[in-house]
């Protein structure tokens, strides 16, 4: 991986063989990001994602492996219990132009993967909501 910033944006450049949940983690822990909005494209070789079921409470994951065209991968990043959190989805097309896709659990990137960063000033913390099942957006006192 390699990224510039740019003020409030990090244009980061993932590599063949990089897994795009480690490097978000890594430019975001490097950058000390507490709170920002992800976007992307590229290709990948093998992509794991899930789908939630509100009933179940549970995810139910598929996982693919071939050539991969990312078609969407967008998501944010915030913290829970003041340390990194990652919420991410992505849709991938095959070579037939099949789409898949859902809540990103692994990714590894095939050729490249273009993301976009940009941090948002302030912080969303994320808290269990044991209704849904889910970590969701807890705002935190403004200061």
Known sequence: MEYRRF???????????????????????????????????????????????????????NHFEGQFEI?????????????????LHMSFADGNGRVHGGHLNRAVVSATCEMVIRVIDGEVDRARNEEIGLNLFRFLPEE
């Open 71 to 87: 078609v969407s991968l967008t998501g944010t990043v915030s913290t829970m219990d003041g340390a990194f959190y990652q919420h």
């Open 7 to 61: 003020k409030d944006t990090l244009v980061v450049r993932i590599d063949r063989g990089e897994e795009i949940l480690e490097q978000v983690k890594a430019a975001a822990e490097k950058e000390n990001i507490r709170l920002a909005a992800v976007e992307a494209l590229g290709a990948v070789s093998e992509a794991t994602v899930g789908i939630y079921n509100v009933a179940t409470k549970q995810y139910h994951s």
